[in-house]
């Protein structure tokens, strides 16, 4: 009950006038939004700051506006839905540049493989999740088109599920009048049809050596599925028109996932 009040308070705080500029530049996929969704977004920010903790890695020291910028595109992703805000989520770190990490890999037959592995970001199911400052700001320079902080809060949406496999929870949508529009089951049976068929053709144009970097979506997708949804949701963020003429039932599913239709000027997706 006290996280309730506590959370109602913050969700009608206003940023300041310096903060909200600052939002317009460190969140492109902002841009988009209504004035009402502006306002919602900045008491999901409110909230983001106030639960959970950053901390500095390597040495690099966290400024207001990493933090601003990391709650704002986080945030983003938790518009018009109902939400514990990344429950699993306590701390996000930072690292100036790219870090290492050990990473495990199945090879088959009983073989495990363990070795070092760059990354720009990861997502841990309970705890953390670990972003490099050096590739947010490439993002940013680069119009937002590919954000690793969408893609990380992406997998910390996929994990309150269970686990990231690339479906993460979905409840029965309703319209205005009250009605069912789609059942819970309806929605998954859905889900899976369309990612399952956009992932393996991904996979197939990655496998066949004729992806094209100008493809909306980024090889990294057919890794799995967990990451297919991930890179997605970049898209569906940073390119959503491309995405939409592209890979139009894709778009549909992310559009009634996260109730927002980026192509269409912020319209909720049962508007």
């Not at 529009?181 to 068929?197: G, I, Q």
């Given at each position: 009950m006290l996280k309730a009040r506590r959370r109602k308070k913050l969700l009608t705080r206003p940023l300041s006038p310096e903060w909200r500029r600052l939002v317009e530049t460190l969140c492109p996929a902002c841009n988009y939004l209504s004035a009402a969704d502006r306002r919602e977004l900045e008491g999901h920010i409110q909230i983001f700051l106030a639960e959970k903790k950053f901390e500095g890695c390597a040495g690099l020291a966290i400024t207001?506006?990493?933090?601003?910028?990391?709650?704002?595109?986080?945030?983003?992703?938790?518009?018009?839905?109902?939400?514990?805000?990344?429950?699993?989520?306590?701390t996000v770190l930072v690292y100036p540049g790219s870090f290492v990490a050990t990473v495990t890999r199945y090879i088959g037959h009983g073989v495990i493989s363990e070795g070092p592995q760059t990354r720009a970001g990861e997502s841990w199911p309970h705890g953390s999740v670990v972003l490099a400052w050096a590739v947010?700001?490439?993002?940013?320079?680069?119009?937002?088109?590919?954000?690793?902080?969408?893609?990380?809060?992406?997998?910390q949406l996929d994990?309150?599920?269970?686990?990231?496999?690339?479906?993460p929870l979905l409840?029965?949508?309703?319209?205005?009048?009250?009605?069912?529009?789609?059942?819970?089951?309806?929605?998954?049976?859905?889900?899976?049809?369309?990612?399952?068929?956009?992932?393996?053709?991904?996979r197939a144009r990655v496998h066949s050596g004729i992806f094209t970097e100008s493809s909306v979506l980024r090889a990294y997708g057919a890794t799995n599925p967990a990451e297919f949804f991930a890179v997605a949701t970049e898209s569906f963020f940073g390119q959503p028109r491309e995405l939409l003429?592209?890979?139009?039932?894709?778009?549909?599913?992310?559009?009634?996932?996260f109730?927002?239709?980026?192509?269409?000027?912020?319209?909720?997706?049962s508007s």
């Open positions: 207001d506006d990493m933090r601003l910028c990391i709650a704002a595109n986080a945030c983003l992703l938790l518009l018009h839905r109902q939400t514990d805000y990344f429950p699993g989520l306590q947010i700001c490439q993002d940013l320079a680069a119009g937002g088109r590919t954000n690793v902080i969408i893609h990380e809060f992406a997998h994990y309150e599920a269970g686990y990231a496999d690339g479906a409840d029965p949508v309703t319209g205005a009048d009250g009605k069912t529009l789609r059942t819970r089951k309806e929605r998954y049976a859905n889900w899976a049809r369309v990612m399952h068929s956009e992932y393996e053709k991904l003429a592209q890979h139009p039932d894709l778009y549909a599913e992310l559009k009634w996932y109730n927002q239709d980026p192509a269409g000027a912020g319209k909720g997706a």
